[in-house]
C-alpha cells in the first residue's frame, strides 16, 4: 500500500508556471505507474499524465502536450508534474495516482487504486 501526499499548488497568474510535487509513503514506489488528474468545479475528474514505474515512458493529455511534463525520482519517492504556461482554464484541484498495474496508457481513473487528497491551483487571467 502506498500513500500520497501532493504540495505545490497555490494561486499563479496566466501564462506563469508551477511545480507539483507527490510524495509517496512506502518502500516500493518504484513500483509504481504514476498519474496526475485534476477536477474544476462542476467538472469531471479528467486525465492529465501519466509516467511508467521506471519513468521511461509517459503520456500526456492533448490539451496538456508541450505545456506540462511528469517526471519522477524514484530515490526520493516523490513524482512531479512542471506546468508551464499556464492557462485559467486549468485552474483545478490536481491529485496524484498510483498503481501496480505496468501499463503505459493508464488514463482512466479507476485504473489506479491510490490517491493523494489533491491540491489546488488557481490561474488568474
Known amino acids: 500500500q502506498v500513500q500520497l501526499v501532493e504540495s505545490g499548488g497555490r494561486l499563479v497568474q496566466a501564462g506563469g508556471c508551477l511545480r507539483l510535487?507527490?510524495?509517496?509513503?512506502?518502500?516500493?514506489?518504484?513500483?509504481?505507474?504514476m498519474g496526475w488528474f485534476r477536477q474544476a468545479p462542476g467538472k469531471e475528474r479528467e486525465f492529465v499524465a501519466t509516467?511508467?514505474?521506471?519513468?521511461?515512458?509517459?503520456y500526456y493529455a492533448e490539451f496538456v502536450k508541450g505545456r506540462f511534463t511528469i517526471s519522477r525520482d524514484n530515490a526520493k519517492n516523490t513524482v512531479y508534474l512542471q506546468m508551464n504556461n499556464l492557462k485559467p482554464e486549468d485552474t483545478a484541484v490536481y491529485y496524484c495516482?498510483?498503481?501496480?498495474?505496468?501499463?503505459?496508457?493508464?488514463?482512466?481513473?479507476?485504473?489506479?487504486?491510490?490517491w493523494g487528497q489533491g491540491t489546488q491551483v488557481t490561474v488568474s487571467s
Open positions: 509516467i511508467t514505474w521506471s519513468g521511461s515512458s509517459t
Open positions: 510535487s507527490c510524495a509517496a509513503s512506502g518502500h516500493t514506489f518504484s513500483s509504481y505507474t
Open positions: 495516482a498510483a498503481d501496480l498495474k505496468r501499463r503505459i496508457f493508464m488514463v482512466r481513473g479507476d485504473e489506479y487504486n491510490y
